[in-house]
């Protein structure tokens, strides 16, 4: 019997271009890739964000804020909100993948310096076919990702709080039981915090926003049982922004997100090196606990410093606003070639009135053949206090 076909799956994750090779500005590139389960985990799922560049950390709360940093939800002036983002995903290669998300948050308390927030997301691989021998009918399968997470977020200060999140995960990549393989499983947390203070810049009063968040900390995932286990995409992630009131009306942010994975980089074979001694490393780095292969992320790059700085990704992004009701939104994102050669542009805009905001963002890509040229994003929310000013 021959093993199953599953190209469309296949084309797919290489598309999510996060684990194996890079689209190469060059032949002369030593890459580095960084393996990793899950990859829709990193999938920025809201419009605002998308709309800068994927970048979050710092900018103003909001309702989406539980991807980016649950602890923006303290900060949050309205009792409840709820938001629903889709973005259609890889239309260049597929016309049926798509990531669904919705996330919500509510104030719990009567001093206004706790919330509560959740989030659900869904990633559909679309209906892949599948044969038990060359020339069979196909069998159709339908792959998807899916996390579910709780987050419990608090002022510790007038400027300050921090948050912690607890994600279930669930990856089914569609595969016959009849080759011992399952969907997996995973559990994973969250650890952020938020800073904002309003500083004088000449006679206008700024306020400066610092943000991080450790994401995906947990335990590895297995699709076969326990015998081999990969990775989670454990994320450090750290912002800073700047919101400056330009009058009475028009408000600009700029903010800067830099981040990187906190997963240990696949062996590669050293010049010199022996079989047997590439195999011993190669089965050290299986046996890497999650939390090790975090600590040993930082300095384990197999071209050295370089390599390290390398593979921090860097996110710069600006919101204009009017009247906080109109939003022009700007940002890019740069990821070296030797990890995973994505950089882009991206555009947003959005539209607020006193019970729903409505946003959407568009991608760029500078990078040739780059699948995910011309990314949609939309996403609806909307602000409880204003439904319940509705009925009064």
């Known amino acids: 019997m021959i093993s199953k076909f599953r190209i469309g799956t ?39 964000g998308g709309g ?34 889709y973005t259609p995903w ?13 996330s919500g948050y509510y104030k719990i308390g009567d001093n206004d310096l706790q919330a509560v927030g959740a989030s659900l997301r869904y990633f559909s691989l679309g209906e892949v076919p599948q044969y038990e021998n060359i020339g069979d009918q196909p069998i159709y399968a339908n792959p998807y990702e899916m996390a579910f997470d709780v987050s419990y977020s608090r002022k510790l200060s007038e400027n300050y709080s921090m948050a912690v999140a607890l994600r279930y995960i669930r990856s089914d990549m569609g595969v016959d039981p009849n080759e011992l393989k399952h969907a997996g499983n995973a559990f994973a947390a969250d650890i952020s915090g938020y800073l904002e203070k309003y500083v004088m810049m000449g006679s206008a009063e700024a306020l400066w926003s610092f943000g991080f968040n450790l994401s995906n900390i947990g335990s590895k995932i297995s699709y076969d049982e326990g015998t081999n286990n990969m990775f989670l995409p454990a994320k ?23 981040s990187k994975y906190m997963v240990p980089s696949v ?69 070296s070639a030797n ?29 040739p053949q780059n699948p995910l040229d011309q990314t949609l994003r939309f996403s609806l929310s ?11």
């Not at 890889?90 to 919705?102: E, I, P, Q, S």
């Open 10 to 48: 296949l084309v797919i994750l290489l598309g999510l271009f996060i684990s194996a090779t890079a689209w190469a500005e060059g032949d002369d590139i030593k890459y580095s890739p960084i393996e990793m389960a899950v990859p829709s985990l990193i999938i920025a799922p809201d419009a605002r």
């Open 52 to 85: 800068m560049g994927d970048n979050g950390v710092s900018t103003l709360p909001d309702i989406g804020s539980q991807y980016w940093n649950a602890a923006k939800y303290a900060f949050m002036y309205s009792k409840a909100g709820v938001n629903l983002s």
């Open 90 to 102: 890889l239309r260049k290669l597929v016309n049926d993948v798509a990531l669904v998300n919705m």
């Open 236 to 258: 450090l992630a750290l912002g800073t922004g700047l919101l400056y009131p330009i009058d009475e009306y028009n408000r600009i942010g700029v903010y800067l997100d830099l």
């Open 267 to 335: 062996p590669q074979k050293k010049d010199g090196e022996t079989d047997e001694e590439f195999t011993t490393r190669k089965e050290d780095y299986k046996a890497l606990s999650s939390i090790s292969g975090m600590f040993k992320s930082f300095s384990d790059s197999p071209n050295g410093f370089k390599g390290e700085l390398e593979e921090v990704m860097v996110s710069v992004g600006a919101e204009y606003s009017y009247n906080e009701q109109f939003f022009v939104r700007g940002g890019y994102f740069y990821e």
């Open 339 to 367: 990890v995973g050669n994505r950089k882009y542009f991206s555009v947003g805009a959005g539209f607020r009135m006193s019970v729903f905001q409505l946003d959407a963002a568009y991608l760029i890509s500078t990078v």
């Open 382 to 392: 909307f602000d409880m206090d204003g439904i319940k000013n509705l009925f009064r």
